[in-house]
């Protein structure tokens, strides 16, 4: 598989599961939510899912709303997609607070340690969930 089709493969896989997700994300927050796909580096998906629960429960207690994760079954080479709303630097900041309480890295030094652990990953910024007819009327605005 060239690289375009194992693009074009990953962009409508993620856009499916984004549009099943960002529905349920609309109970929870509307607005924008940051899609993180990941590939785990081999051997090291034990270690991958631990370091983001324990980061997720920091940003819990911080106030950040919860991660929708799913897990890949089939298709394309991505081994988990998570889906969060967006939020703010204060519950960053508390976040980063609680996690160096809990002993676990921050800043800089959490990236090189989480990169260690993934082969690849991108994120991206969306804006819903809403609906098609919705997007047709923002798009007829002025």
């Given at each position: 598989m060239n690289r375009l089709t194992h693009a074009l493969c990953v962009a409508l896989a993620s856009t499916a599961l984004l549009s099943t997700s960002l529905c349920s994300l609309a109970q929870d927050q509307a607005g924008t939510?940051?899609?993180?796909?990941?590939?785990?580096a081999p051997g090291k998906h034990r270690a991958f899912l631990k370091w983001m629960a324990d980061r997720e429960a920091a940003a819990k207690e911080a106030g950040a709303?919860?991660?929708?994760?799913?897990?890949?079954?089939?298709?394309?080479?991505?081994?988990y997609l998570a889906i969060a709303p967006d939020h703010n630097?204060?519950?960053?900041?508390?976040?980063?607070?609680?996690a160096k309480q809990r002993g676990l890295t921050t800043g800089m030094r959490s990236g090189l340690e989480l990169r260690e652990l993934m082969a690849s990953h991108t994120d991206t910024i969306a804006a819903g969930?809403?609906?098609?007819?919705?997007m047709v009327e923002e798009a007829g605005q002025p």
């Amino acid at each position: 598989m060239n690289r375009l089709t194992h693009a074009l493969c990953v962009a409508l896989a993620s856009t499916a599961l984004l549009s099943t997700s960002l529905c349920s994300l609309a109970q929870d927050q509307a607005g924008t939510a940051i899609v993180s796909i990941y590939r785990v580096a081999p051997g090291k998906h034990r270690a991958f899912l631990k370091w983001m629960a324990d980061r997720e429960a920091a940003a819990k207690e911080a106030g950040a709303p919860a991660t929708k994760w799913y897990r890949h079954l089939d298709g394309d080479s991505w081994d988990y997609l998570a889906i969060a709303p967006d939020h703010n630097e204060a519950i960053d900041n508390k976040a980063d607070a609680i996690a160096k309480q809990r002993g676990l890295t921050t800043g800089m030094r959490s990236g090189l340690e989480l990169r260690e652990l993934m082969a690849s990953h991108t994120d991206t910024i969306a804006a819903g969930p809403v609906t098609a007819a919705e997007m047709v009327e923002e798009a007829g605005q002025p």
